[in-house]
């Protein structure tokens, strides 16, 4: 009754969801369940982060890749096209430094 009209059913909302947390935890409730989601996202971002920076690291090969291909004016064997060449040319002209990871990231 304390509750202004507006958020009333919003409280009912939440003692309901809280309730139905107790029944399925009767130990934790909806704390259980906050702290598996949190854990989820901590997860999910440190996969995140490793997928980035694999990704940087792949740029960053596939740059150094190119800017030899544009210094040596020379083709690598698989990529023999000369749109490769002009691809190329754009990441040389970023002059970005060759990468010093040569493993997978995904562990």
């Known amino acids: 009754m304390d509750l202004p009209l507006h958020q009333r059913g919003d409280a009912v909302s939440s003692i309901v969801y809280e309730a139905s947390a107790r029944i399925r935890d009767p130990v934790y409730g909806c704390v259980g369940a906050i702290s598996s989601l949190q854990q989820q996202v901590a997860q999910l971002q440190s996969q995140l982060a ?12 596939d740059a150094a ?9 020379v083709s ?3 990529t023999p096209e000369s749109s490769d060449v002009n691809h190329c040319f754009k990441h040389a002209m970023t002059k970005t430094q060759p990468p010093v990871c040569s493993e997978n990231l995904w562990t």
């Open 65 to 73: 890749r190119c800017s030899n291909v544009v210094s040596n004016g």
């Open 76 to 78: 690598p064997p698989h």
């Open 50 to 61: 490793i997928a980035q920076a694999e990704l940087l690291c792949l740029r960053m090969q």
